[in-house]
C-alpha cells in the first residue's frame, strides 16, 4: 500500500523545537524528490521545504530559512523536518509529499500526500 505518515507534531512553546517525520512505504522512494506544506487555520497550503532524490539539494520558503532543516534517508524510507526557533505563526498542519524530478513548490507538482500532523505553537 503506498501510503507517507507524518509523525512528530505536538504543542511547543515559542522559540522551542519540533522534529517531523514521515515514513513512505509502497513506493520506490529514492526515486522521489520529497516536500513538506503546511497548512494553517483558514489558509490555503503553502510550501514549506523540499529536498531532491539524493538529498544533496534542499530549498526553503523564506519564512523558515536558518530555522528549518530537511533532510531524509533513502535507506529508512524516511523524510524529516528539523524546526527550530518555532514561532506561533509556524502553527500549522504539515504535510509531507511526495513528487516526480522535477517537483517544486506547487502542490499540483507532488502525487502522494501524507495525512497530516498538527504543529500548535504558543506564544
Known amino acids: 500500500q503506498v501510503q507517507l505518515v507524518e509523525s512528530g507534531g505536538g504543542l511547543v512553546q515559542a522559540g522551542g523545537s519540533l522534529r517531523l517525520s514521515c515514513e513512505a512505504s509502497g513506493f520506490i522512494f529514492s526515486s522521489y524528490a520529497m516536500a513538506w506544506f503546511r497548512q494553517a487555520p483558514g489558509k490555503g497550503r503553502e510550501f514549506v521545504a523540499q529536498?531532491?532524490?539524493?538529498?544533496?539539494?534542499?530549498d526553503y520558503v523564506d519564512s523558515v530559512k536558518g530555522r528549518f532543516v530537511i533532510s531524509r534517508d533513502n535507506a529508512k524510507n524516511m523524510v524529516t523536518l528539523q524546526m527550530s526557533s518555532l514561532k506561533p505563526e509556524d502553527t500549522a498542519v504539515y504535510s509531507c509529499?511526495?513528487?516526480?524530478?522535477?517537483?517544486?513548490?506547487?502542490?499540483?507538482?507532488?502525487?502522494?500526500w501524507g495525512q497530516g500532523t498538527q504543529v500548535t505553537v504558543s506564544s
Open positions: 529536498i531532491s532524490r539524493s538529498g544533496d539539494m534542499t
Open positions: 509529499a511526495a513528487g516526480g524530478t522535477g517537483a517544486g513548490y506547487k502542490e499540483y507538482e507532488y502525487d502522494l
